[in-house]
């Protein structure tokens, strides 16, 4: 999925500077007219942040925001704001929006501030997909594997976990190896690390 920056602004002209301003600085966008609109889109899918305006006809940016965080939407939402609204801005700030502009803005300062936030969402994305991706692979493992890796974890030799789990030394071999190669690893220390375990 691309980053991208999601503009929710009812005015057309601001929409197309902005989309324009982005593009300029080979930053993605898509553009929406209103809050209904962009609802109608897969949320799920998204990556990036989101620019929007505080005051639209119809569903308000803040009547969005709300929605949003209803809904755990992760994307940071930058704020572009009248003067009147500033205090609404300020208080979207303290329930958890990344940022607000003032129109007229500097159009290099926001477009900073975008490339920040979409970053951001990057990496919290990434994150999660690491997460995941270690969750699966822990979903694969035996019982026997997952007690023989608790060990390990330990730091206890496979002698020592035989006599622990009542079973030959080569069976240990066996596990170890098979759990190893399920969370793909080379060593107990990149377990751990893998984990994020002291070893």
């Given at each position: 999925?691309?980053?991208?920056?999601?503009?929710?602004?009812?005015?057309?002209?601001?929409?197309?500077?902005?989309?324009?301003?982005?593009?300029?600085?080979?930053?993605?966008?898509?553009?929406?007219?209103?809050?209904?609109?962009?609802?109608?889109?897969?949320?799920?899918?998204?990556?990036?942040?989101?620019?929007?305006?505080?005051?639209?006809?119809?569903?308000?940016?803040?009547?969005?925001?709300?929605?949003?965080?209803?809904?755990?939407?992760?994307?940071?939402?930058?704020?572009?704001?009248?003067?009147?609204?500033?205090?609404?801005?300020?208080?979207?700030?303290?329930?958890?929006?990344?940022?607000?502009?003032e129109k007229p803005f500097n159009d290099n300062d926001l477009v900073n501030r975008i490339v920040e936030a979409i970053?951001?969402?990057?990496?919290?994305?990434?994150?999660?997909?690491?997460?995941?991706?270690?969750?699966?692979?822990?979903?694969?493992?035996?019982?026997?594997?997952?007690?023989?890796?608790?060990?390990?974890?330990?730091?206890?030799?496979?002698?020592?976990?035989?006599?622990?789990?009542?079973?030959?030394?080569?069976?240990?071999?066996?596990?170890?190896?098979?759990?190893?190669?399920?969370?793909?690893?080379?060593?107990?220390?990149?377990?751990?690390?893998?984990?994020?375990?002291?070893?």
């Open positions: 999925m691309t980053a991208k920056a999601h503009i929710i602004d009812d005015d057309e002209a601001i929409r197309d500077a902005l989309a324009w301003l982005l593009e300029s600085r080979q930053i993605a966008c898509a553009s929406y007219a209103s809050a209904e609109q962009f609802l109608t889109t897969p949320l799920n899918e998204h990556v990036g942040c989101l620019v929007l305006d505080i005051r639209m006809q119809g569903m308000s940016g803040l009547s969005l925001f709300d929605n949003l965080r209803e809904r755990h939407y992760p994307l940071p939402v930058i704020f572009l704001t009248g003067h009147g609204d500033v205090p609404m801005a300020v208080a979207a700030l303290k329930k958890g929006a990344y940022d607000f502009f970053t951001l969402d990057v990496r919290r994305q990434a994150r999660e997909a690491t997460r995941d991706s270690l969750q699966n692979r822990l979903a694969t493992l035996t019982p026997r594997e997952r007690q023989t890796m608790e060990l390990v974890l330990a730091g206890k030799y496979n002698k020592i976990i035989a006599d622990e789990l009542q079973i030959s030394v080569r069976t240990v071999e066996v596990h170890r190896a098979n759990l190893f190669d399920k969370m793909g690893v080379k060593t107990a220390v990149e377990l751990a690390r893998l984990l994020g375990r002291s070893q």
